[in-house]
């Protein structure tokens, strides 16, 4: 299986800051490469998928990048709405894998 | 409006088959372009793919390495729906197992989960 992982694990922000969470892959994935939010007792909601393709309704302050085995979601600016858990999912190989999250809380 | 919605027990003996279903409203499980699969989460295992069933002129089914001498996904077009069945259950399969849509392009829909407890 292609290994994912995320870093930080966590990070405290306010909002109005830019974030940036990076995931790397285990060998090259292409841009085969999905962000998720995951708000407790919630399921995950897809962000991003093909690395850089909004998902519909999902606000433009979400933006991915990458290419390869190396990947970014950046938010442009954190609303209060956001402070939630991101993962990231390689669909390159069929046995899908997710990376380990990041957690996004208050400074 | 695509919404699945899921149903099953949320107790399971040890040895036992773990099984779940899904219903499918807004799309077809025999869709030419969607796929159905099972994912499921836990604090020791994270978010952990499991399968999927899709029809692409004919059925098909992908399972993960890590649980394909155990697992089943079968869908029902009868009832639009499908199914997730685990056999031989132990601890560690204790998780909150999700469905969902999707793909090479992302899982787009989901499930509301269901925490499934492996106990005696």
């Known amino acids: 299986d292609i290994q994912m992982t995320q870093s930080p694990s966590s990070l405290s922000a306010s909002v109005g800051d830019r974030v940036t969470i990076t995931c790397r892959a285990s060998?090259?994935?292409?841009?085969?490469l999905s962000w998720y939010q995951q708000k407790p007792g919630k399921a995950p909601k897809l962000l991003i998928f093909a690395t850089s393709s909004l998902q519909r309704g999902v606000p433009s302050r979400f933006s991915g990048s990458g290419s390869g085995t190396d990947f970014a979601l950046t938010i442009s600016s954190l609303q209060p709405e956001d402070f939630a858990t991101y993962y990231c999912?390689?669909?390159?190989?069929?046995?899908?894998?997710f990376g380990p999250g990041t957690k996004v809380d208050f400074k | 409006q695509v919404q699945l919605q899921q149903s099953g027990p949320g107790l399971v003996k040890p040895s036992q088959t773990l099984s779940l279903t899904c219903v499918i409203s807004?799309?077809?499980?025999?869709?030419?372009?969607?796929?159905w699969n099972w994912i499921r989460q836990s604090p020791s295992r994270g978010l952990e793919w499991l399968g999927r069933?899709?029809?692409?002129?004919?059925?098909?089914?992908d399972y993960a390495v890590s649980v394909q001498s155990r697992v089943t996904i079968n869908p029902d077009t009868s009832k639009n729906q499908f199914s997730l069945q685990l056999s031989s259950v132990t601890l560690e399969d204790t998780a909150v197992y999700y469905c969902?849509?999707?793909?090479?392009?992302?899982?787009?829909?989901w499930g509301q989960g269901t925490l499934v407890t492996v106990s005696s």
């Open positions: 060998q090259r994935i292409s841009s085969y």
């Open positions: 069933t899709y029809y692409r002129s004919k059925w098909y089914n």
């Open positions: 999912q390689q669909s390159f190989s069929t046995s899908f894998t």
């Open positions: 969902a849509r999707g793909g090479n392009e992302g899982f787009d829909y």
């Open positions: 807004g799309d077809s499980v025999s869709s030419n372009s969607a796929a």
